[in-house]
């Protein structure tokens, strides 16, 4: 104790009001965390604010498998599709989704993985990936498992919901808790929860490489056969998860970590960008690289960096296996937090330090990582904020707008009248029916009778 009152002076001011009990309890909390690591954690939470320097001499756009390569590399793109094909027939892929984030800006009342996202059925994130892993299932006459990370903020929640909801019909899911790490305020003093303990929270998406391997889940992967990790995270209800042209172009590069990634719309769009820095492919936060290279241009007006980060990859498990033996960077994100002020004995809410692990930044210790460009139209659409961009509005209109082109696309007059698709116009095609394209034009060339009113149309 007396190591941690030096780090900690308040803590001397505290422990006073604190009878024998709560004091034992309160180092007990902070003894889930070797004392070394403490004296880093502090002296990381007091030096954010300093700006690192970067040495960006070398950076350059990396080489990414662009949309217009689709039709250039055809022979390269039909023979990875086959590729990819038969990798999922083998029971080679699972999905993995990291589900323990607080939605902080959401401010949704429970996991994300919960909020209503379709326009007319009211579907959770939760049930429409689990649709989506249904339909690989039955297209391909195969068991997906479903690998799902929680939070001590989420796990309750999540695992009831699944409980009362039939596991959404999903056969094969493995819910598995990540870990934590100290929050701090903005002047680096810890914060504490009123029993007295540690407020620690969860340790961001990059804790699930350690998360898999300390929750037996790096060892059922093998015991199943899994090779390669579709991961996704749970506010992108348009993700496709058994990409097929994706996995055959991963794994014909032997990548270890590949990642869809969108053209940025504009300089200050919130998603992080890819950079080549020479000796390694790296991911910048949208906080994190330097202003005059995110606004930069090449001459016909596109932006320099312009590869953005939708999070959708697939990672091979023996990668997740090395990744979960090494140590990753700690990052310091600021979020409005709730915690307990023992001198005033009531809860504050305040902008706090919040420590977190990326997972990008397994990136440069993957082998010949591959960039792939997607149509963000047809697969990225996140919901992350109450309103705005990238709200619940954007990706009920989102989905619409891409289910309505494909009617247009089958050549059907889908007239709108004078609406506007908008998150009140009423149309859902679940991914039981089809997930993309070209399997709904097949699909709905096959249907003997055709509806022909769209208006509150929906198709499974
Ligand atoms: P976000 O960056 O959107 O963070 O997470 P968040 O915590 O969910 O939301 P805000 O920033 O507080 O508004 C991206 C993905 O990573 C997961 C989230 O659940 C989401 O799928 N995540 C994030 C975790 O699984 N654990 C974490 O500790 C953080």
């Not at 270890?256 to 992080?272: H, I, L, Y």
Request: charged share 20%; net charge positive; proline share 4%.
């Amino acid at each position: 104790m007396r190591e941690l009152l030096q780090l900690f002076p308040e803590l001397h001011t505290w422990i006073q009001t604190f009878d024998l009990e709560q004091t034992r309890k309160l180092r007990q909390s902070f003894e889930r965390i070797p004392f070394q690591e403490w004296r880093a954690l502090k002296v990381l939470s007091q030096t954010a604010f300093k700006k690192q320097s970067l040495s960006i001499k070398r950076w350059t756009p990396p080489a990414c498998f662009m949309l217009r390569d689709r039709q250039t590399q055809s022979t390269l793109w039909q023979q990875a599709e086959s590729r990819g094909v038969q990798h999922l027939r083998q029971g080679k892929v699972a999905a993995l989704t990291v589900a323990g984030g607080s939605g902080t800006r959401l401010g949704f009342p429970g996991p994300k993985g919960l909020v209503p996202i379709t326009p007319l059925k009211r579907k959770t994130l939760f049930q429409v990936f689990a649709e989506k892993l249904r339909a690989i299932e039955r297209l391909h006459g195969v068991r997906m498992h479903w690998f799902i990370m929680t939070s001590a903020d989420t796990h309750e929640a999540t695992y009831e919901a699944f409980q009362t909801n039939h596991w959404y019909d999903a056969k094969y899911v493995h819910l598995f808790r990540q870990g934590v790490l100290p929050a701090f305020t903005m002047e680096g003093i810890c914060l504490l929860t009123n029993e007295p303990s540690v407020n620690y929270c969860p340790d961001g998406h990059g804790g699930v490489f350690k998360a898999l391997a300390s929750t037996g889940c790096l060892n059922k992967m093998l015991a199943y056969g899994i090779e390669t990790l579709s991961y996704f995270q749970v506010d992108n209800p348009l993700v496709c998860i058994g990409d097929c042209n994706f996995l055959g172009l991963h794994l014909n590069r032997m990548s270890d970590f590949s990642t869809k990634v969108v053209a940025k719309t504009n300089a200050d769009e919130k998603v992080g960008v890819f950079v080549d820095k020479g000796d390694a492919l790296q991911l910048m936060e949208y906080s994190e690289i330097p202003e005059h290279l995110s606004v930069k241009k090449t001459e016909d007006g596109q932006l320099y960096f312009k590869l953005g980060n939708t999070a959708m990859h697939l990672i091979q498990r023996s990668f997740l296996e090395a990744m979960a033996k090494e140590k990753l960077p700690i990052h310091i994100t600021h979020k409005s937090m709730q915690y307990w002020h023992p001198l005033l004995q009531s809860h504050c809410t305040a902008s706090c330090q919040k420590l977190e692990y990326f997972i990008f930044d397994a990136l440069p210790f993957a082998k010949n990582p591959l960039l792939f460009e997607i149509d963000r139209k047809e697969e990225f659409s996140p919901v992350k904020n109450a309103q705005g961009q990238d709200s619940l509005d954007t990706c009920m209109r989102d989905q619409i707008s891409r289910w309505h082109r494909w009617f247009v696309n089958c050549g059907l007059n889908v007239d709108l009248g004078d609406k506007e698709i908008n998150s009140t116009y009423r149309l859902e095609i679940s991914p039981l029916f089809a997930d993309d394209y070209i399997s709904f034009k097949k699909m709905w060339h096959a249907l003997v009778i055709k509806p022909s009113c769209f208006e509150s149309l929906y198709l499974e």
